[in-house]
């Protein structure tokens, strides 16, 4: 494979740029068909020991490409060269899915938006309503009613309820971080947690490494700061360490924003030792990682969840935890533990977003937390998770062997891999009019980039919900493998929307 490259030329005293040379290269490579559909192109590393260049020379060249359309990439496999008989390709850019349908999945995925009683919501990362605590809450609701009563209305400092960040400390120690009260900000949920932070660290024309792809709420909030945002593809054991140190050269970022544990969308997480390493090229290059805690509590399958902040010796983490996806969404509750040089900006910018977190419900919570209730409920909800989990994985394994995914080891969120002849703007849309609901791939890429995958979430939907739902996906792929997608495209144009 690698000879068909031989002959490419590269010129240091050319006037355009050896990327720019590389991607016209292969770019006629593909349309001469030297280069056959679905072709995988060379390694990076391989193509520029070949050519003798760099290899983030390459990696531009690919992404060039990928931007063109003329390759698609494969997290974890590799790049392969688009089929260009496809004239259709519009019609696999995300840019051209329509704009209210691409909104509807961003407050879908954040659990802001009701969908119709009578589709399975594959699509929704937020608890079923059932799982709240709802007796406990309310007793201790009343009784800091009882015992505060007008004080628990009154605003609170900016930083948070004392007590509160007193029994988050105590909180922490059950994932091995320890901190002080000094440490902690509360916040209005992880979404207001990544906002501030962003304030924080984040100027105009700044860049900041993400994983790729990766949480929709990270890339509205930082692209709302007018940054630069580069993204390093996420494997199967966490991020690209290699493309992340060839990018941090090129680029200079000022902050890493990475989900370690069961990541959204695809559920994968990094190694200890992918955890270890990334802590030494953030210590080594001097920059900041944000660490969104997603859900590293719901470890069905391995004891490796350790968060990035319980390893941090140097106060290089900024670690952001919400409530949300394990009690109740509603609370809009949840916390950062802040490096104490940032300290006084991180109150600055809370306090500017919305003064101050609700004093009753920061009051309910600390009651809630010293009470060891929560104990109780986290073990609830992992047998609840657990039980739709394996649910999942069951009915994954019945899907057609063309179908690809990783088996995660805990979470909510799968990522399925789908055949590159399948578009899944439109497998989306045949399965809403089958009342399914699921998230494209595309829309957790901060370039919108073309993907064949796409993210199924248990949240919302129960075991019985799951096998029926699976079992209309599988029926409707098994369908979509054998069509004239072209054909079935184009007599098939009528699109109907799954929200109320």
Known sequence: MINKYSNIKLSRDAKEHMYIQLFYAIKEMIEKEILKSNEKLPPIRKLADLLNVNNVTVVKAYDLLEKNKYV???????????????????????????????????????????????????????????????????????????????????????????????????????????????????????????????????????????ESPTYTGAIASFKTRGTKIVEVPIKKDGIDLEKLELYIK??????????????????YSHSLIKKKKLLEI??????????????????????????LKSMDNDENVIYIKSFSKIFMPGLRLGFL???????????????????????????????????????KHIKYMKKVYKERFDVMIEK????????????????????????????VNEFYRDAIKEKIVFVPGSIFYPSKTNSNSLRLSIASVYPEEIKRGMDIFNNLLKKYLDIDKKKYYFENREFYRPIL
């Not at 859900?295 to 399958?301: I, M, R, T």
């Not at 040089?341 to 009651?367: C, G, M, P, V, Y």
């Not at 969120?413 to 789908?418: G, S, V, Y």
């Open 72 to 210: 698609y990439k494969r997290v974890g496999s590799g790049t392969f060269v688009l089929p260009q008989q496809n004239l259709d390709r519009e019609i696999e850019n995300f840019e051209k899915f329509e704009d209210e349908i691409y909104e509807d999945l961003r407050l879908m995925d954040r659990g802001q938006i009701q969908i119709s009683d009578d589709m399975i919501n594959f699509a929704s990362a937020t608890p079923t309503p059932q799982l709240f605590p709802i007796d406990d809450f309310k007793n201790v609701l009343n009784e800091v009613l009882d015992r505060d009563k007008g004080f628990a209305f009154g605003y609170q400092d900016s930083k948070g309820f004392y007590p509160l960040r007193e029994s988050i400390v105590e909180y922490l120690k059950f994932y091995k971080i320890i901190t002080s009260t000094d440490n902690i900000q509360i916040i209005s949920g992880a979404q207001q947690g990544i906002d501030v932070v962003a304030k924080v660290l984040l100027n105009y024309g700044d860049t900041i490494i993400v």
């Open 337 to 375: 533990v802040v490096p104490l040089r940032f300290k006084n900006e991180i109150i600055a910018a809370k306090h500017t977003s919305d003064i101050s977190t609700s004093s009753l419900i920061q009051r309910a919570f600390d009651l809630y937390l010293r009470k060891g209730i929560w104990k």
């Open 396 to 423: 994954l394994e019945e899907l057609p062997n063309e179908i690809s995914y990783e088996k995660p080891k805990g979470g909510i969120n799968f990522w399925i891999d789908l055949p590159n002849k399948i578009s």
């Open 250 to 267: 090129e680029y200079k970022p000022k902050a890493i924003y990475t989900m370690p544990n069961f990541q959204n969308p695809t559920g």
């Open 282 to 307: 953030v210590k080594k290059n001097n920059l900041i990682i944000i660490e969104d805690d997603y859900l590293s509590d719901l470890n069905f399958y391995t004891d490796d969840n350790f968060t």
